[in-house]
């Protein structure tokens, strides 16, 4: 087996750059809510058809965005966005042409920057797995 590096963007290597990439997400969306529900209740006002029910639509989905902004600052940064397993669906039995492969490529996004000296090397399916897996 060769052992291959994981290439990730210049960015990526910045302390904190995904924490601070995910609070920039959640400001960006809650900001696109409140505009989206302003202009919706624009036309309302000018109209002079909004009412109370507008306006508590609006604090909801304005209350709800910002909640949203100061859950995901609440995470911090060691926060796992997905799950540190990776997951290969492969069906292999009776009646199948294929046979079971010994290795699957992947390329895998680091939440965290490691050092240089750090190489990702693929690991073998163990025969536990195999044997489940038959």
Do not use: H
């Amino acid at each position: 087996m060769s052992t291959k590096k994981v290439r990730r963007g210049a960015a990526s290597n910045l302390p904190a750059f995904a924490y601070v990439e995910r609070i920039g997400t959640a400001v960006t969306n809650a900001l696109l809510a409140q505009a989206e529900t302003y202009n919706d209740s624009w036309d309302k006002a000018k109209e002079g058809k909004f009412g109370f029910s507008d306006l508590m639509k609006t604090w909801a989905v304005t209350l709800d965005s910002y909640y949203d902004v100061l859950l995901e600052a609440s995470r911090g940064p060691a926060y796992q966005t997905k799950p540190p397993v990776i997951f290969f669906n492969c069906i292999v039995g009776p009646g199948k042409k294929t046979t079971m492969p010994t290795t699957f490529d992947v390329m895998v996004d680091l939440d965290c920057p490691e050092p240089v000296s750090v190489e990702a090397t693929p690991t073998p399916l163990s025969a536990s797995t195999q044997a489940v897996l038959q």
